[in-house]
């Protein structure tokens, strides 16, 4: 039980920091760094390994971490990267297994995934309203937004990302966490975000046939054009600096395509300095565009035609170990949609959500109650 008790604190001190967002990021170098809730989730694998259950990581995972490895050219910030991504999908499995000895209860995951989304949600638009210009932050190495929501996450496209899976887990039974979503989505300004709200109510009302869904979808669109449109050009949604930007880091992931890279790719996060590093007075600013604004391309240019098969692979595995439900599929047909525009699928914020996803939807579907402890 003592264990049991310690699984449960770093679950929570987790799900705490998570909050926090980048303003947990230790930088390292130039291009390595890790943040509070990477060193958690690290410190929970390895302590429910040791003290717990050693849960032995599919083969499906294991191929494609070496494939990873092996195409990052064992390099350094490659083998950091391969070993983020390890500790977060590892921790999902974790996660399925908790809820199998009632360590952790589907509910309480649920309950963690609406407290943390909410809390992403609230500074957000506190965010907004007193500190609308974060122009800042670009020389910390991040993008200059002004008068656009994007709470700790300092990126309105992947803000707005999780707080889609936010509103689809809270849906209409919880009215508050639900409204404070919608409105920090309509602040962040994201394009991306609002198809996928919009994919995401189709999806439900689909699933549930209830009016409700399509009710929100419209009092959405009228929010949209409620907004307010202060002179910045991120609040512009029909902005064209965004698109070419993507466009340009598009094109220079497949510029060096050949036959071998088709099938190979070009090496695990080689490509991460697709955007040039800047520097402001001789101080050089820490890069933080790791990879293309395209999730399925990254992967496609990083591990070429091999690396595709084993992610999918490793997918369909994780599918079938969570029995993932039709709230749980349609999450994760939102974030494939902001995946066209940003590298959505891999940003470790939405790797955690899909994680804790696992582990609910597996506490459901597997006929335990969330709610019961025996």
């Not at 604190?9 to 980048?22: C, D, N, P, R, T």
């Not at 002179?231 to 949604?237: D, K, P, V």
């Amino acid at each position: 039980m003592k264990h049991n008790a310690v699984v449960r604190v770093l679950f929570l001190l987790l799900i705490g920091v998570s909050v926090l967002g980048q303003l947990g990021r230790v930088q390292i170098t130039n291009s390595i760094a890790f943040t509070l809730a990477d060193f958690l989730i690290l410190l929970f694998d390895v302590y429910f390994v040791l003290f717990k259950k050693l849960v032995i990581p599919p083969a499906a995972l294991i191929v494609f971490l070496a494939w990873t490895v092996i195409m990052g050219h064992f390099s350094l910030a490659g083998a950091a990267y391969t070993m983020r991504f390890g500790i977060y999908v590892y921790f999902g499995w974790l996660l399925v297994e908790s809820v199998k000895q009632k360590i952790i209860l589907g509910d309480e995951i649920k309950k963690s995934i609406v407290f943390w989304i909410m809390g992403l949600a609230i500074i957000g638009i506190l965010q907004y309203i007193f500190v609308p210009d974060v122009r800042l932050l670009k020389f910390l190495g991040w993008d200059d937004h002004y008068f656009r929501a994007i709470s700790t996450i300092f990126d309105p496209n992947f803000f707005a990302a999780l707080l889609v899976g936010g509103i689809i887990i809270t849906k209409k039974n919880l009215k508050v966490p639900l409204a404070l979503c919608i409105v920090a989505l309509l602040l962040t300004y994201s394009r991306a975000g609002y198809v996928a709200f919009a994919v995401g109510m189709i999806g439900l009302f689909i699933i549930y046939r209830q009016k409700i869904y399509l009710g929100l979808l419209a009092a959405f669109m009228i929010g949209i054009l409620l907004l307010p449109r202060p002179s910045s050009e991120g609040a512009r949604l029909e902005r064209t600096a965004s698109i070419n930007s993507r466009v340009e880091s598009m094109s220079a992931s497949v510029s060096n395509l050949n036959l071998s890279t088709v099938i190979l790719g070009n090496g695990w996060y080689s490509l991460r300095d697709v955007k040039p590093v800047s520097s402001y007075q001789r101080i050089i600013v820490p890069n933080h565009a790791s990879a293309p604004d395209n999730s399925l391309l990254f992967l496609f240019s990083s591990l070429g035609i091999i690396g595709m098969i084993l992610w999918v692979g490793l997918l369909l595995v994780q599918l079938k170990t969570a029995r993932w439900g039709k709230d749980a599929m349609l999450i994760g047909a939102t974030f494939a949609v902001g995946s066209l525009f940003s590298n959505v699928l891999f940003y470790p914020a939405v790797l955690l959500f899909l994680s804790l996803t696992m582990g609910y939807s597996a506490s459901l579907v597997s006929g335990r109650s969330p709610k019961s402890r025996r």
